[in-house]
């Protein structure tokens, strides 16, 4: 049995059934249970560990079903609706998790049953097992209140109401009982009876796409973790080629025998249903781990999900015999980001904002794209931005022939630069819902005598406080 201190007090956390058939309860002091039992074994409590126990048994417990939440501090509640046929049936089902339970030394009580509150009241207040639909509420109906799981004060005042079980409170009308004993206690009353679903939030959302597959013998062996790999992958593109999909993350779960589940995933720069390609991400992914891929005793199920995915056309190959200049590139990006890391390869991408130095950031390259695309180029014409760029702007000393027009010279830096062409304004308006005191700016494109090109711009207009001040924002190639 298990011992925690509570108020200065040592008493009774938890115990196994043989405590609880000679009349031990939790929390009774360890004084009265050794006066009852001197042969008692205690150890104490260590809420922590088994915290880490169960989330350890969770990520385990994936391995049935990707629906998959922690119940209290000692249960798991699986949503492992479409599971079953992985396992032949829901008995087998049940059969396997009450197997894989007993293998890592756990004792378990299951039910399955057609929604969570009921399964959970099923296997805590009663003998657990299998219940199709129908059969459940009836099974439920026998249950004591105490599945209610309401605070002593309302337990007791139903008691004395004389109501023992779930099938009386079920048996009378819910607005007397709601006005008695609050609201509260119906709708307890009608999700334990099946009558209201309320889902499950699983510890990571599902994935649009998962495919397993379930080995009969555990497997160790680099190949053969490669072979399972690409043949997940080929059903995983025929899934996403169906729905015009492409996926941008690729993530694959090992569930080893001893209950270790490892997850690796690789990312794409863009949407793609190449299974060859991938592979090779995986493969390059495996071969950088920091912390390599132990087998153990064997890899007995593996998992393969498509967390991130985009809408993707539907491609015509073989009429170009290499692919283009973009997608080798990509193809790079991708091979480097799986090798080095998903920070480690960067891109810019463009941000909606008018502000050149907002117009764009930084971001790792296996991020997904946003909906701002880059705008359309004219080859035809020189650039608009200047691809380099100074943040802060610099500021500048200027001479112009008009106040509001392009400066006929210009100092920065020590030097004097004399303008020869000049052309603008472009004039972009400050983003006054960020800084109120951000100024309308007029930009110019100016060119001085030695052929230097110059992204110059004139913050606020003259006539107004403060005086308007000029910077240099950028500079052309």
């Known amino acids: 049995m298990l011992v925690e201190k509570v108020r200065g007090a040592l008493r009774l956390a938890a115990l196994n059934p043989q405590a609880c058939s000679l009349g031990l309860t939790r929390g009774m002091t360890l004084a009265d249970a050794q006066a009852r039992t001197p042969a008692l074994r205690t150890v104490v409590h260590r809420p922590e560990a088994d915290a880490a126990l169960l989330a350890r048994v969770l990520e385990d417990f994936g391995r049935f079903t990707p629906m998959a939440a922690t119940d209290g501090d000692d249960g798991l509640i699986l949503d492992v609706t479409g599971c079953s046929h992985l396992f032949g049936n829901e008995a087998g089902l049940l059969l396997a998790v009450e197997a894989r339970a007993g293998r890592i030394g756990l004792g378990v009580r299951t039910a399955l049953a057609s929604t969570p509150q009921t399964a959970r009241a099923l296997s805590r207040f009663g003998r657990g097992g299998l219940f199709v639909p129908g059969q459940d509420r009836k099974a439920v109906r026998t249950l004591p209140?105490?599945?209610?799981?309401?605070?002593?004060?309302?337990?007791?005042?139903?008691?004395?109401?004389?109501?023992?079980?779930?099938?009386?409170?079920?048996?009378?009308?819910?607005?007397?009982?709601?006005?008695?004993?609050?609201?509260?206690?119906?709708?307890?009353?009608?999700?334990?009876?099946?009558?209201e679903d309320v889902r499950i939030t699983p510890l990571r959302s599902p994935p649009p796409c998962v495919i397993d597959r379930i080995l009969f013998e555990p497997i160790t062996e680099t190949t053969d973790v490669e072979a399972v790999i690409g043949d997940l992958l080929i059903e995983a593109m025929a899934w996403l080629d169906q729905r015009r999909l492409g996926g941008r993350a690729f993530a694959v779960a090992f569930f080893r025998i001893d209950g270790a589940t490892r997850r690796i995933t690789v990312r794409t720069g863009r949407a793609t249903r190449d299974a060859p390609g991938v592979m090779r991400l995986f493969k390059e992914r495996l071969t950088?781990?920091?912390?390599?891929?132990?087998?153990?005793?064997?890899?007995?199920?593996?998992?393969?999900?498509?967390?991130?995915?985009?809408?993707?056309a539907p491609a015509q190959p073989g009429f170009e015999a290499e692919p283009t200049g973009s997608e080798d590139l990509d193809r790079l990006i991708d091979r480097l980001t799986a090798r080095l890391g998903p920070e480690a390869v960067g891109r810019f991408e463009p941000v909606e904002s008018h502000l050149p130095e907002r117009a764009a950031r930084l971001v790792w390259a296996g991020r997904r794209h946003g909906d701002v695309s880059w705008p359309a180029r004219d080859s035809a014409s020189p650039p608009l931005r200047p691809f380099q760029m100074f943040d802060p702007p610099q500021p500048i000393e200027t001479v112009a022939l008009a106040p509001d027009g392009p400066p006929a010279r210009f100092r920065w830096r020590r030097v004097t630069h004399s303008v020869v062409r000049a052309e603008g304004p472009e004039r972009i308006g400050g983003e006054w819902w960020r800084r109120p005191s951000h100024?309308?700016?007029?930009?110019?494109?100016?060119?001085?005598?030695?052929?230097?090109?110059?992204?110059?711009f004139r913050a606020g207009f003259y006539g107004e406080e403060p005086e308007p001040s000029w910077y240099i924002h950028g500079l052309f190639a």
């Open 288 to 312: 950088a781990l920091a912390t390599p891929l132990e087998p153990g005793f064997g890899f007995d199920h593996l998992r393969l999900s498509v967390p991130v995915t985009q809408a993707m």
């Open 145 to 195: 209140i105490a599945a209610l799981e309401l605070d002593d004060k309302e337990h007791q005042a139903l008691t004395r109401a004389g109501l023992r079980t779930l099938g009386d409170l079920d048996d009378r009308p819910t607005a007397p009982l709601a006005a008695r004993f609050g609201t509260d206690l119906p709708v307890r009353l009608a999700r334990i009876l099946g009558q």
């Open 439 to 456: 100024r309308t700016r007029d930009y110019y494109r100016v060119e001085d005598r030695q052929g230097r090109r110059f992204w110059l």
